[in-house]
C-alpha cells in the first residue's frame, strides 16, 4: 500500500498525473531506504539528504520530516515489511509545457514499499566507456530522478557479461559505478573516490568510509588495477568485487562479511 501525498491508498490505487515534472522532466529526487526489524533504518540521514537535494532543485518541503516518518512506518505496517526497502519520491509536481518550473509548485510525495533485500553477492565489474558522470554538476550530489547515464552504464555491463559498471568522471577519474560508491584498498589503505569527483554523498558510503578509517582521494583507473580489494557500497548492500576487466582480486570478501555483519546486512 502506497502513501502518496499524504494518503495510504490500496495497491494499483496510487495514479501521477500525466503532467508531472517528475514523469517528463525527470524533475524531482529519490532516496532508497532500508528496513530492519519492521523499522527504517538511518531515516534521518535519508531525509537530511533528500532536504539538501530538495534545496539544489529548489523543490519546496510540503511534509515536515516527522509527518514522513509516521508515513514511513505507515507503509511499513500496511505491507508487513520485516526487512526490505521504502522508496521515497519527490517531483516538483504538475507544471505546464516547457523546462522553466512553475513559480509555486505543488510536489508530489510518494512512498513505497517491497519487502526483502538484493543480493549481496560478489560483483564482476567493467570500466564503463559509453557514458561518465559530470562531476561538475550540482546533479552529481543529489539523487535526482534522471538516471540515464546509469542506466546506460549498467546496460553496457550486462553486455559485457558483468554485475555493474565503474563510472568515470569527465576528468577520466573513479566516480562511482552506476548504483553504488566504491572504496579500494591499496597498500593496506583504504580509499573512495570525495564528492568533487563526481561520487554521490551515500549514507552507506559514509558508514563504511568512518568503519574501515577510510580516507577519500581522487582515484585512477590504474589505482584499481593495483587494488587488493575492491568494495562496492549503497543503502542496500554491500559487496566485494572479485573481478574488474577480466582480472580476478584476491581479498575483499571477508572485509564486505564483516561488514555486513557490523551493520546488519544479511550475507
Known sequence: MPWLNGQLLAAG??????????????????????????AAVWLDRHLARMAEGSAVLGIPACFSDAALAEAC????????????????????????????????????????????????????????????????????????????????????????????????NTAGRVAETSIANLFTRIDGIWATPPAAEGALPGIMRAEVLARLGATERPLSVADLQRAEALLLTNALSIRAVVQLEGSALPAGKETAAGLRREIGLPD
Not at 500525466?18 to 522532466?25: C, E, K
Not at 523546462?99 to 538484493?118: D, N, Q
Open 13 to 38: 490505487a496510487a495514479r501521477i498525473d500525466p503532467a508531472d515534472r517528475g514523469f517528463t522532466l525527470g524533475d524531482g529526487l529519490f532516496e532508497t531506504i532500508r528496513v530492519r526489524d519492521g
Open 73 to 168: 512506518a505507515a507503509v511499513i505496517a500496511a505491507e508487513g515489511i520485516e526487512a526490505g526497502v521504502l522508496r521515497l519520491t519527490v517531483s516538483r509536481g504538475t507544471g505546464p509545457r516547457g523546462v522553466l518550473p512553475p513559480a509555486a509548485p505543488s510536489p508530489t510525495v510518494l512512498i513505497a514499499g517491497h519487502a526483502g533485500l538484493p543480493p549481496q553477492g560478489s560483483v564482476a565489474l567493467v570500466v564503463a566507456r559509453g557514458t561518465c558522470r559530470n562531476q561538475a554538476s550540482p546533479l552529481s550530489r543529489v539523487k535526482s530522478l534522471n538516471y540515464l547515464d546509469a542506466v546506460l552504464a549498467r546496460r553496457e555491463a550486462a553486455g559485457r557479461g558483468a554485475d555493474d559498471a565503474v563510472m568515470l
